[in-house]
Each structure stands twice: as structure tokens, then as C-alpha cells.
């Protein structure tokens, strides 16, 4: 398939702090594709330099069309839906309304059946529907900020760190359910995760970033069977 995301040479800093040093990777239409790292390896600033949030040198072409140095707005506007880190939740907002900022962009009537695609994907979020975001449990709030930017029908879905602060089995719900969406919703997916096992397990292609830089690119059932590469860069 076609490359629906392609970045080449990309380097990123915040003020004079440079964390990316020219990176090249591709996301394929359909395809699921992760970044691994440790902490501080720059795979949030890959994301967000993605989503015009950071200063960048270097290409990043979407759909055949460059989009650096586009605004935030209308990275968006392009269907790149974005899960950051922190979830983003609007804690003050019900579930309802967090939903419907996911939707803002949209004018088609295909809404309200959206809502209810979501609500078959987590079911918690019908039964929390008028509920404060603020009073969700962190799974909840994973799920809900997921529904939130699915509901921009997206045609890249881009997630930072889906597993971080959740209990082993919210996880494994989690990545169920995003193995589902990968299938029915024809979304690509960029995943930055630390659980490698997990992130790998999902992927059809993985990148290994250290201090800024690829340092191992491949098929990614071949880095999770490779138990030296696993033992040796990914800690398990």
C-alpha cells in the first residue's frame, strides 16, 4: 500500500534544545506502525512535531501533500486525530461533551451513528454519558480521549503512550480494542508506547528511537521474535 505518512530528515527542538536529529520513517494506509523508546528518546516530539506543535527542519508529507510548519487546526482539519499524552480529557466536561469536540470539524449527519460506534467500542462511556470526565477512572479517561479522536474520523490516528499509568488488564482491554479498530475503522495508526511486548504485538512495523535518532527499523513480528534485539534495546 501506499505511504499515507512520510517523514524525511526530521529534526525537532524546544528553544535551543534539539530532540530530534533528523528521522525518517513511513506510516502505510492501514498499517499500524510504532515507535519505541525510553523516556526522553523524542517519540512524544515525533507526534507532536506531526501536529505542527513543535519547531521542525525536514519534510513530513501527508496523503502526498507537505504539512510542516501547517498550524495545529489544520493538521487537524486534514483528518489527523491525535490521543496525547496526559489523554487531554477535559475534566470539567461531561463524557458527552468531550465526545462532541471530537466532532466539532465535522458537518455531516453521520454523527449521532459515530457516537454509537464508539459506545460499542467502550461501553463504560454510554453508562458515564452525562458523568464529569474529571470523575472517570484513568482507563475511562484513556477510552474516552480515544472515542474523542475517533469521532473526527481520522484517516491517521496518531496515540501517545495508550498504556501509561493503567492497570495490566485495562491495557490488554485497550489494545483489543484498538487491534478492532485498526480493522473496521481503515484508520492508520502511529503508536508511541513503552510497552514494548504490547506495542509490537499490535504494529506491522516498528522503529526504535534512542537520544533522538532510529537506531533499529523493521518488519515488527521480526524485532519481537529477535530475543537479542529484544534483550538488548528493548528490556524484556
Known amino acids: 500500500m501506499p505511504a499515507l505518512l512520510e517523514v524525511v530528515d526530521l ?52 496523503a502526498g501533500e507537505r504539512i510542516e510548519g501547517k498550524a495545529t487546526e489544520d493538521v487537524v482539519r486534514r483528518k489527523i486525530g491525535h490521543v496525547p499524552d496526559g489523554r487531554g480529557t477535559f475534566m470539567e466536561l461531561t463524557v458527552e461533551e468531550n465526545m462532541k469536540l471530537g466532532a466539532y470539524t465535522r458537518s455531516d449527519r453521520g454523527v449521532r451513528e459515530d457516537f454509537e460506534r464508539m459506545f ?30 475517533l469521532l473526527l474520523r ?50 506491522t512495523r516498528a522503529y526504535l528511537l534512542e537520544t533522538g535518532r532510529i537506531v533499529i527499523s523493521g518488519n515488527a513480528a521480526d524485532i519481537r521474535n529477535d530475543e537479542t534485539l529484544r534483550r538488548s534495546y528493548l528490556g524484556y
Open 11 to 62: 529534526k525537532a527542538a524546544y528553544g535551543q534544545t534539539n530532540v530530534l536529529h533528523g528521522i525518517s520513517f513511513v506510516v502505510d494506509e492501514g498499517e499500524v506502525t510504532t515507535l519505541l523508546g525510553a523516556n526522553g528518546a523524542g517519540k512524544t516530539t515525533t507526534l507532536r512535531a506531526i501536529c505542527g506543535m513543535v519547531r521542525t527542519e525536514g519534510e513530513i508529507r501527508y
Open 154 to 203: 481520522p484517516k491517521l490516528l496518531l496515540l501517545d503512550e495508550p498504556s501509561f499509568g493503567l492497570a495490566p488488564l485495562i491495557v490488554r482491554d485497550i489494545f483489543e480494542i484498538l487491534g478492532r479498530i485498526r480493522q473496521e475503522e481503515q484508520v492508520s495508526v502511529l503508536v508511541v508506547e513503552q510497552n514494548a511486548n504490547l506495542a509490537l504485538a499490535l504494529a
Open 120 to 149: 460499542d467500542y467502550f461501553p463504560r462511556l454510554k453508562e458515564r454519558y452525562k458523568q464529569q470526565a474529571g470523575t472517570l477512572s484513568g482507563g475511562e479517561q484513556q477510552m474516552l480521549a480515544i472515542a474523542r479522536a
